[in-house]
């Protein structure tokens, strides 16, 4: 079964999950962000640079712009090795049977289907380059945001029950005793039977809510976070509006022609705010083949925050 993914829908329309008393006893919130589905859904959602293509070309094509995504990609290991190590050892039919459902239309995803131990190298790599640099940089801004949303959710169930935080997790999520609704284009309905569903708050790429109802041992329920970005509005006196711009830009690694281009600079001038703050230990730069990437330290974003 894939993770499907919410859309808007007709009110009444959507996935209706029953829940028993056992069930509600064992729903529980994910221990730490999840960083296979973190990379899935920021792959799925889109909003990264078209010049990493070439290297994670394996993992889009599996995840394409739609209502599913195959749930042979997803791992609630909180460890990002140990996940992958999981995707890789999908059983074959398993794996054959949802690139079906994509679609075998590239040579690629047909040697996937058929088992090739190169394609899964290929994938390994994918999910290996995808994860070091689109989600790497901010990680540990991602496990802050994740463990500041768990917290607030937990004192709402303290405080109000957990009925009422079923219920407002997402505008297209609600609960009307003893079943949770989730916005989706057609009608199921589904009984948990005593497993309760783990709740996974997804702070990269998702921008409605998802559900994955058939993972063992328990169904995955996925909300999308806004992670709070650092203003850096205090800093403009100091350091001036623009390099404030470009400290604010290098929360998420770039190049300096994507730094140019993401504040509205010159090339020159990116380069020369790029190099200020390396001086004084705001950023790191390092090379990659023939460009230049910059990305804050622990010190620039102890600066901004």
Request: hydrophobic letters at 40%.
């Amino acid at each position: 079964m894939p993770i499907m993914l919410s859309e808007t829908a007709a009110k009444g329309r959507g996935l209706t999950i029953l829940f028993e008393l056992e069930d509600l006893a064992r729903t529980r919130f994910a221990p730490a962000p999840l960083p296979m589905y973190e990379l899935v859904f920021t792959v799925h959602g889109g909003d990264w640079d078209r010049l990493l293509l070439p290297r994670i070309r394996p993992l889009v094509e599996l995840v394409r712009p739609g209502r599913f995504i195959p749930d042979f990609l997803g791992s609630a290991r909180p460890d990002f090795d140990e996940a992958v190590r999981q995707v890789l050892g999908a059983p074959c039919a398993r794996v054959r049977d949802q690139v079906a459902s994509v679609g075998t239309t590239s040579p690629w995803l047909r040697s996937l289907a058929s088992g090739t131990q190169t394609s899964r190298r290929d994938l390994c790599s994918a999910l290996t380059t995808g994860f070091h640099d689109l989600l790497g940089p901010h990680w540990s801004q991602t496990r802050q945001a994740f463990d500041a949303e768990v917290r607030l959710r937990s004192s709402q169930a303290v405080s109000r029950g957990l009925g009422d935080l079923l219920g407002h997790l997402h505008p297209s999520i609600s609960w009307t005793s003893p079943a949770l609704h989730v916005e989706l284009g057609w009608d199921t309905e589904i009984s948990l039977r005593g497993t309760g569903i783990l709740i996974v708050p997804v702070l990269n790429g998702l921008t409605r809510p998802a559900v994955s109802m058939f993972t063992e041992p328990q169904p995955l329920l996925f909300y999308p976070v806004t992670a709070p970005q650092p203003s850096g509005a205090s800093l403009e006196p100091a350091l001036g509006r623009t390099r404030t711009l470009v400290l604010r830009a290098l929360t998420s690694e770039r190049t300096t022609t994507e730094l140019a281009r993401h504040v509205g600079i010159s090339l020159p001038t990116a380069s020369q705010h790029a190099t200020a703050l390396r001086t004084a230990g705001f950023v790191s730069t390092h090379r990659n083949g023939r460009s230049v990437r910059h990305r804050l330290t622990r010190r620039g974003w102890e600066l901004l925050n």
